[in-house]
């Protein structure tokens, strides 16, 4: 690799990568898929998308870590809190009500991910510390256990970030390395000794941190300068799709092992976002995943999130998962994605972002304090990006800030 400098936090214009927010509509794809295949695979076969789909959530939750990091700037720890509880909770607690609207008149309460029991620890976020499968996967339709993790990644956060960004490059890989290769072997070996055990270490926010903690060492090497030739770089690529295809057709003998599944796809993921990130950072285009109705898909993915189970059984009501035929079934999974989709954006629009412009108007947090630095210059993690700057990542993994009303997205916003 090419020999890094040192860089503070991100300008304005560094700030900017509608790439990465694309690929997370990608990511977001593909969890939809997961959740639809045992409805549809018997006639339409959609094969490792189905197989593997949950290996979106690890893809974001590298993400998280990439974008807090590359936003990261001088703030009080107590705003930082705040403008993520801003971000995230209220379309959480909306979808959590939202699902008694669906079990309810439905009659799945008692179902599994229509489990009263597990309402409370839901909406206390502590849901994946609970190694029950009736609690973890119990309410919301069984999607909302990773913002149980991000809750936890967040917290940790602000205590991670100032000494991952205070050491030498090789001390935070060491450092990543000492976190990620534990928990990925617990997740791997977690299957071969109890599948019911697979699921509980898969959820578990203790084990997942080691895909966070990766997030932020890649983001502080980019922040550093680290590129590599031009060679370098695609050879990284080339490597990275080719190693894909393991986790992709181990997927289908082994789909239900999540715990190796995500392992085998982490490089790949980290790969991908590194240099998409990177490339962007640099005034680089990446095509595809720059597209406008693909990055306004990422924008709004964490509703398309919470809410495609609730598509998706309003669906299955309906009858749209009942064709007999392969295109029959594909236009009914085209008008369970269509609904998630046009639900989400109502929710992002008239739910997430009235609440968070509310909530940092009404509430403010302490004002910044001056920024402290390690041997690396690292500030007080944050998500100032600029003067004046907000950018502000969410998600399951990550997210952006609401945009001014009747205004534009500002160059520094981390979609």
């Not at 700037?73 to 979808?95: D, E, H, I, N, Q």
């Not at 917290?155 to 990620?180: C, D, H, I, K, T």
């Not at 895909?211 to 932020?216: D, H, K, R, S, Y």
């Not at 406008?292 to 495609?308: E, T």
């Amino acid at each position: 690799m090419s020999s890094p400098q040192r860089a503070g936090p991100p300008s304005r214009s560094r700030a900017n990568l509608p790439a990465l927010t694309g690929l997370r509509g990608v990511a977001a794809t593909l969890v939809f898929f997961r959740h639809i295949d045992a409805e549809v695979a018997d006639t339409l076969p959609i094969g490792p998308l189905g197989d593997i789909g949950y290996a979106g959530v690890s893809f974001f939750f590298v993400l998280s870590g990439f974008v807090l990091t590359w936003a990261a700037g001088p703030t009080s720890r107590a705003r930082f809190y705040w403008r993520r509880f801003a971000r995230v909770y209220p379309l959480y607690l909306v979808a959590v009500l939202l699902w008694f609207a669906v079990a309810w008149p439905l009659g799945k309460m008692g179902e599994f991910g229509s489990k009263p029991i597990a309402v409370l620890p839901s909406l206390l976020l502590v849901q994946a510390w609970i190694p029950t499968q009736s609690i973890y996967f119990g309410w919301g339709g069984a999607v909302l256990w990773s913002l149980s993790c991000e809750a936890f990644f967040y917290l940790a956060f602000p205590l991670l970030y100032p000494r991952l960004a205070a050491r030498s490059q090789a001390g935070r890989m060491r450092l990543a390395l000492v976190v990620l290769l534990p928990t990925a072997a617990i997740s791997c070996l977690a299957g071969v000794v109890d599948p019911r055990l697979d699921l509980a270490v898969y959820v578990n926010p203790a084990v997942r941190i080691g895909e966070f903690v990766l997030g932020i060492v890649l983001a502080l090497l980019a922040r550093d300068g680290v590129r590599g030739t031009a060679g370098q770089r695609r050879t990284l690529a080339v490597l990275a799709t080719a190693w894909l295809a393991v986790p992709v057709t181990l997927g289908f003998s082994h789909g239900d092992r999540q715990g190796l599944i995500d392992t085998l796809a982490l490089p790949s993921f980290a790969v991908a976002i590194f240099l998409v990130g990177t490339r962007e950072a640099d005034g680089g285009r990446v095509a595809g995943a720059s597209a406008r109705p693909l990055v306004y898909f990422g924008v709004i993915s964490y509703a398309f999130y919470l809410v495609h189970p609730v598509a998706l059984t309003a669906g299955g009501e309906l009858g749209w998962f009942e064709a007999t035929t392969a295109p029959g079934m594909a236009l009914g999974v085209l008008a369970g994605f269509l609904l998630a989709f046009g639900c989400a954006a109502v929710l992002h629009h008239g739910v997430e972002q009235p609440a968070q412009r509310y909530l940092l108007r009404a509430f403010r947090a302490p004002a910044v304090r001056p920024a402290t630095s390690g041997p690396s210059g690292a500030a007080v993690p944050g998500q100032s990006t600029g003067p004046g700057s907000t950018a502000d990542p969410g998600w399951p993994g990550v997210g952006h800030r609401a945009a001014p009303r009747g205004g534009s997205w500002p160059s520094a916003d981390l979609r």
